[in-house]
């Protein structure tokens, strides 16, 4: 199967490459904008990467699988990640985690059966003073409890939003309403 | 409470601070504007007499750094911020980048001027997309303004400013690794030398500096050198951003002048332990400096040099307390999982070593721990420190000796408890992907 991608993307590609003293500092711009056009980097991707920004197929493969915000497989519609390092797991993280296993009855890395949800435990995301908190998709969701976790977990399978980052837009989506995106103060 | 001065917080909290027109009409880029009719030597100098040490951790002096840059090269002169802000505990930059990056923009065009750069970079976690955008939109502003661009503020200097997302490494915090994750290459960190101010991005000369450091510049450029030094304690000049959590009333970003005690600061600032609790142990600059028992912190100060003296250090200011409810070989275990998954791989003692730690912390806390386990983290303890490329390696061993040294009673109880046929009842404090872990580091 031939790879394709929107002229939209290549163009942005193109706009990135130039900010930089060498396009092949683009490289991981170049991941994220094909993971946000197919859910996930292929094996086509990575030889279109490599042709774009003039580096080896096997280097662009390293960055696929060191970088661990870049997929080899597709996930759930919405990824939640989970903080757990230490302020997190000292203020309650693992009860939320128990909420993700009850919930969707599935391990870290799958994805429900209707390919709405994945998630996996993660390392620090900066959000300790307003800890247990999740990530899903690109959007934080700070200060939860396991009630406030579920209501938001309900809210999304029902309301569908956009909770994520585009390269390719440089813009965030929209959220939920009523969630700040922020809660640092 | 005590009053702190106000340098990188005064706008923080103000409405709108993250938009151009409002930070302008606050005072931001009037130094700017300063800075470009000085020498950008004597900048440097009033860098260096202030005083002010990298808040990204290591403490090492700002304008002093900035000297290395040799300026005869030909070469161009790369300016990075290092936003990859990833140290549990530690979130203060996040709140800069998010609320007042005019005032981040600002302290890097100042130190672009001085280092007469026309390239920088805003290298920030993958995580962070909300406060990227934020930082993003703000540039945009600027080069609307032309306060970013060709002849910026009508001079004939030229400044271009990028923000580059990283897609979720610990490791890219380092500054060599950094580069290379900039240069589209895995992040794992160089050996030095060559340091990076003679060669850094693509082998040019380039100063990497955090944040929260060169959003101390426009205040020092605006005031000099010694008025930055007169606040604070000697060795410790300015105000520092200390990112409170845990178990404590009020978690959050302080700006504290330097030298503040650390008792006042848990009790004042942080509004003291949880009711019902009493204090256990305080990790003072985030998870690789050693672990302080409740009894050390009395008298202690937060600053480098007393902080350095109590046996930690102040680090980066990631403050995390734990409360007498704290199963301490659970913690130790919680940030064992975290270094042996953040390891880049590059060095065999830190990937390999790393793990087995990981593994026999996790059987002590299971309740199978056996006699030697403590002597035998030691020893791979010092097989790590001191043999690996960069610090990682080093500082992965501060927690996991202090915390050995530290709790010993805890950590031999659970272990004897194994041989008299104690069962151990365990709590665990998380959920460690043994499982699967969808992405890795290596």
Known sequence: MGFSISEKARQRLEELKKRYPKPQSAVMSALYIVQEEHGHISDEAIDWISGEVGLKPVHVLELATFYTMYRRKPLGKYHVQVCRTLSCALCGAKKLMEKMQERYGIAPGQVSEDGMFSYEYVECLGSCGTAPMCEINDTYFENLTPEKFEELLVRIEKEQPDLSLSTIEGKLGEGLSGCPKSEVM | ???????????????????????????????????????????????????????????????????????????????????????????????????????????????????????????????????????????????????????????????????????????????????????????????????????????????????????????????????????????????????????????????????????????????????????????????????????????????????????SSLGCAGFMVMDDSTDVVEAVLNLSHFYSHESCGQCTPCREGGHWIEKIFRRIAEGNGMPGDLKLIESLCNQIGGHTICAFGDTMVLPYRSFIQKFEKEFKERISNVLKGVEHERVPMDFQSELVSIGSAH
């Not at chain 2, 970079?121 to 997309?129: M, P, Q, S």
């Open chain 2, 1 to 311: 409470m005590a009053k702190h001065k106000q340098i990188l917080l005064k706008n923080i909290r103000e409405e709108g601070q993250h938009l151009l027109e409002k930070a302008e009409s606050r005072g931001a880029y009037k130094v700017i504007r300063k800075a470009l009719e000085m020498d950008p030597l004597k900048i440097i100098d009033e860098v260096k007499n202030s005083g002010l040490r990298g808040r990204g951790g290591a403490g090492f002096p700002t304008g002093l750094k900035w000297s290395f840059v040799p300026r005869d090269t030909g070469k161009p002169v790369y300016l990075i911020n290092n936003a990859d802000e990833s140290e549990p505990g530690t979130f203060k930059d996040r709140l800069l980048l998010e609320n007042d990056p005019h005032l981040v923009i600002e302290g890097m065009l100042c130190a672009a001027w001085a280092l007469q750069s026309e390239w920088s970079c805003i290298y920030i976690r993958g995580e962070y997309a909300y406060p990227y955008t934020r930082v993003q939109a703000a540039i945009d502003e600027c080069y609307e303004k032309g306060y970013l661009g060709e002849n910026i503020f009508g001079t004939n200097f030229t400044h271009h400013m990028v923000v580059h997302r990283g897609a979720g490494a610990y490791i890219c915090g380092e500054e060599t690794a950094l580069l290379n994750s900039l240069e589209g290459k895995k992040g794992q960190p160089r050996l030095k030398p060559p340091f990076p101010a003679v060669a850094g991005y693509y082998a040019c000369p380039t100063v990497i500096n955090n944040v929260e450091s060169l959003s101390n510049i426009p205040f020092i450029i605006e005031n000099g050198g010694e008025a930055y030094k007169s606040i604070g304690v000697e060795n410790s000049a300015g105000t520092k951003l200390v990112s409170a959590s845990g178990h404590i009333n009020k978690p959050g970003i302080y700006e504290i002048e330097m030298g503040y005690p650390l008792m006042d600061f848990i009790e004042d600032e942080c509004g003291g332990v949880r009711d019902g609790h009493n204090l256990l142990a305080v990790i003072p600059g985030g998870s690789s400096v050693p672990v302080m028992r409740a009894e050390e912190c009395k008298g202690v100060n937060l600053d480098y040099d007393s902080m350095k003296n109590a046996g």
